[in-house]
């Protein structure tokens, strides 16, 4: 019993190593020049990994690199008035990410004396900063041997090891597992990027390129679904009626006349007032929504009110500005 136990525990190490070399091989030659990949900076780390939350990769280049011109230091982000990083941070969306990223900078130079805590759990106590940001700052950073998820990640690990979504999805505590395990030893940094890489390349969401995946013969979800078109492909040779695949499809709620959407033109609008500046509600409701009525003042206010919780912007009455 004891022998066969090493034996299927030598398989399993020497399948995983198969699958480390092939992953890390691929991402040698395929990955991409971004400009975070240089940096073990924790500060710059930190704001790619917030930017890159929900925003597409193209999107964030730019921005990323006019950021740190700008704020260049933890120092300068943390001591910069609120009303300039939300200025700054126009065109990536999701503006309330702006103002914990720059909580979480004076959390690091008021806690911290300047130094990022290099601890998973100390990083997931700065405010603003979940699960997958400790993570990817512990790894990225301080190349640390840590699991964590992003959407890309998330993605691969199911199909990986467990199988397509449409059978069933694993719970997040069974694919952190999966996720750590998978991390070689001593080569987090990398494994971790070529896993995200992956999911970002090949393992797309709506159309996977299977074809061209180097972990393609390890794969449950490839595997289950060869299986089943094969079965298809007998049934038509039997000529039986041939089922019909239903592809699930994940549709977006309308994002255009959201209550999100509105929150972006409010904050967009006083972006572009000069600092300090403010507008009544009346004033903003029009500029937010063409056929603004006063029968909408209560609804603006529930939003303006809203947006003042969440720290992007000030209410003084009636009156709307930009922090100061």
């Keep these: 019993m004891a022998a066969t136990y090493e034996v299927n525990r030598q398989a399993e190490r020497t399948e995983t190593d198969g699958i480390h070399q092939r992953l890390l091989g691929w991402f040698a030659s395929n990955r991409r020049d971004l400009p975070w990949r240089h940096t073990r900076d924790p500060y710059c780390v930190l704001v ?182 094969e079965q298809l492909f007998d049934a038509a040779l039997a000529e039986s009626p041939r089922p019909v695949r239903k592809i699930a499809e994940k549709r977006e709620a309308p994002y255009a006349n959201s209550n999100r959407f509105f929150r972006g033109r409010l904050v967009d609008a006083l972006r572009a007032l000069p600092t300090g500046q403010s507008l009544p509600l009346d004033a903003l409701g029009p500029q937010i929504k063409p056929e603004y009525s006063p029968a909408d003042a209560a609804w603006l206010r529930q939003i303006a009110t809203r947006l003042a919780a969440d720290g992007l912007i000030e209410l003084d009455g009636d009156l709307a500005r930009l922090p100061i």
């Excluded at 979940?130 to 998820?149: K, M, N, R």
């Excluded at 397509?164 to 719970?171: F, S, V, Y």
């Design 48 to 229: 790619s990994e917030i930017m890159l939350q929900q925003t597409q990769v193209d999107r964030v280049v730019p921005k990323y690199l006019a950021f740190l011109e700008q704020f260049p230091t933890l120092q300068a982000l943390a001591e910069a008035p609120t009303a300039e990083v939300i200025r700054a941070w126009a065109g990536l969306g999701y503006n309330r990410r702006a103002v914990n990223l720059q909580r979480t900078a004076r959390a690091v130079l008021a806690e911290h004396g300047g130094q990022f805590p290099r601890e998973v759990a100390a990083l997931r106590a700065l405010p603003g900063v979940g699960p997958y940001t400790s993570g990817a700052v512990a790894c990225f950073a301080f190349e640390q041997d840590v699991a964590f998820l992003d959407t890309n990640i998330r993605r691969v690990v199911q199909r990986l090891f467990v199988g397509p979504e449409e059978r069933g999805l694993a719970t997040e505590r069974a694919l952190v597992a999966l996720a750590a395990q998978a991390v070689p030893p001593g080569q987090g940094w990398l494994w971790n990027q070529a896993i995200m890489e992956l999911g970002a390349l090949v393992c797309t969401a709506a159309t996977p390129a299977c074809w061209r995946c180097p972990l393609q013969r390890d794969c449950a979800a490839y595997n289950t679904r060869r299986q089943s078109d």
